[in-house]
């Protein structure tokens, strides 16, 4: 095997290992959030940011985020969260958890643009 066919094989290999976290990524999306953790990375209110915890309750507009000392609503829209290690941008999952199975190939078609 010469030095092309053995790059060209790393190559096939590294795509589908890529394709498959890729869709590990998109598939949070499909998710119920209760019970899983999260942390708020980007906010249009500074005071939100780096706030961590765990989502006790999920709304069409909010998640309720359960911090160890109180619970705090926070909006979805115009929001950045990492949840379970990945991240997930507010605006794709401002809808019912009901609803976004039903969107998920809109979700999808927005988050390859």
């Known amino acids: 095997m010469n030095s092309r066919e053995t790059?060209?094989?790393?190559?096939?290999?590294?795509?589908?290992?890529w394709d498959s976290?890729?869709?590990?990524?998109?598939?949070?999306?499909?998710?119920?959030?209760?019970?899983?953790?999260?942390?708020?990375?980007?906010?249009?209110?500074?005071?939100?940011?780096?706030?961590?915890?765990l989502v006790s309750f999920e709304t069409k507009n909010t998640l309720e985020i359960d911090t160890g000392r109180k619970r705090i609503m926070i909006p979805k829209h115009l929001r950045k969260f990492r949840i379970n290690g990945q991240f997930v941008d507010g605006d794709l999952i401002n809808m019912r958890p009901e609803?976004?199975?039903r969107e998920y190939r809109r979700i999808l078609r927005d988050l390859r643009r």
């Open 7 to 17: 790059i060209a094989k790393r190559s096939r290999n590294t795509s589908r290992i």
């Open 21 to 53: 976290k890729r869709a590990l990524n998109e598939m949070i999306y499909l998710d119920e959030f209760t019970g899983m953790e999260v942390s708020i990375v980007d906010s249009p209110n500074r005071s939100e940011i780096g706030r961590t915890g």
């Open 99 to 101: 609803d976004r199975l």
